[in-house]
């Protein structure tokens, strides 16, 4: 189950973890140059959930998320000269400049975004498994959230409507241990996220989010069973983010050891590399992998530093829908 076995798979999970990572660095580096405004969270770190969860995903199958979004962009399939455009406030930007970081979106690779209210997303992504179970199509809602959206009450709304409908959605928590600066323990009366389900008699399982291969075994049960009409699933992937809760946050209320210690025994890029040369890839496969995502992201950089900003009155395009 879960991601199969052939070698040219493994390489292409390995190749999209890496670009995220590297986008996710520019990301940072061309903010501190000042070429990124407004807020803008990274997902270095946290790259096996998204990645894994794609890894089983089916044409039709829609995913929406929060404002931690750039990752599962560039997972499903957005191109990264779009996406870097869109945080550097140009037209050629998936929101045409407009949305920025938080908000931006792709009808073609189902990707419903990006959201900046913290939970305002999971019952959009219960509407989106409802239309999948009025249509009978068989496709699942992947709905992503955080460790700090699981106390909001919408969630709960959400999860009782959802069991009730027995609607096609998998709820994935992607606790990173702490909403903006609160550790989880501080936040949550429990920490086995997975379990607020049970009251509506919602299934759910904890997963190691920091291992691509779990994420994707996990992910593919989950999937199915709301395809076999048994209604949503939740998975709480146990992950970390390296970087703060944003680009302005300097993360003072954790220590550089345990981030050190994550990186050193945890990190899902580096572990999954030593995993693949224990399969027999060759390092020389790693550095091809290397240098192709380096330039896609130098061109990606450059086209959205090259491109125009948009006019002052496309602030009032794409209001409306015309018919």
Same mark, same amino acid.
């Given at each position: 189950?879960?991601i =199969?076995e ?19 660095e ?8 000042g070429k990124?405004?407004?807020?803008? @969270? ?11 969860v ?6 039709g199958?829609?995913?929406i998320?929060?404002y931690?979004d750039?990752? @599962?962009m560039?997972?499903c399939?957005m191109d !990264? ?9 140009? +037209? ?9 970081s938080?908000h931006?979106?792709s009808?073609?690779?189902?990707f419903?975004?990006?959201h900046g ?6 019952p959009?992504g ?13 496709s699942?809602c ?6 700090g ?6 969630i709960y709304?959400?999860?009782?409507m959802?069991?009730l409908? +027995?609607? !096609? ?8 241990q ?10 949550s009366?429990?920490?086995?996220l997975?379990s ?6 919602i299934p759910?399982k904890l ?6 291969l779990?994420?994707? =075994?996990?992910?593919e049960?989950?999937?199915k069973?709301?395809r076999?009409g048994?209604?949503?699933y939740i998975?709480?992937m ?6 703060? @809760?944003s680009m302005?946050?300097p ?25 693949l040369?224990? =399969? ?13 995502? +380096? ?5 990606a950089a ?7 900003v !948009?006019e ?9 829908l015309?018919?």
């Open positions: 189950m879960g =199969k052939p070698i040219n798979t493994y390489l292409e999970i390995y190749e999209k973890m890496l670009l995220i990572r590297r986008f996710e520019k990301a940072g580096q061309l903010y501190g140059m990124i405004g407004g807020f803008c @969270h990274l997902y270095i770190g946290q790259e096996a959930v998204v990645v894994g794609d890894s089983v995903k089916k044409k199958d829609q995913v998320t929060s931690r750039h990752g @599962h560039l997972s399939g !990264p000269k779009g996406v870097m455009s869109e945080l550097t406030g140009k +037209k050629t930007g998936y929101s045409k400049g407009k949305g920025g938080m931006m979106f009808k073609s690779k189902d419903y975004g990006g209210i913290v939970g305002a997303q999971v959009i219960a509407g989106l498994a409802f239309a999948n179970k009025y249509k009978k199509n068989k699942v992947f709905t992503y959230f955080g460790d959206a699981a106390n909001q009450g919408q709304e959400t999860f009782n959802a069991s409908w +027995k609607l !096609p959605v998998v709820f994935i928590i992607e606790n990173n702490y909403a903006m600066g609160t550790s989880i323990d501080r936040a009366s429990t920490q086995k997975f607020r389900g049970q009251a509506f008699n759910g997963v190691d989010g920091m291992d691509v779990k994420v994707s =075994k996990a992910t049960a989950a999937a069973d709301c076999n048994n209604g949503p998975l709480e146990n992950t970390y983010r390296y970087k703060g @809760h302005s946050d993360a003072k209320y954790r220590t550089r050891e345990e981030v050190q210690s994550i990186k050193n025994k945890k990190d899902p890029i580096e572990n999954f590399q030593k995993y040369l224990k =399969k027999g890839i060759k390092e020389d496969e790693f550095k091809k992998i290397d240098q192709k995502i +380096k330039t896609t992201i130098s061109e450059d086209f959205a530093i090259e491109s125009e !948009p002052l009155s496309d602030l009032f395009n794409d209001i409306y015309e018919h």
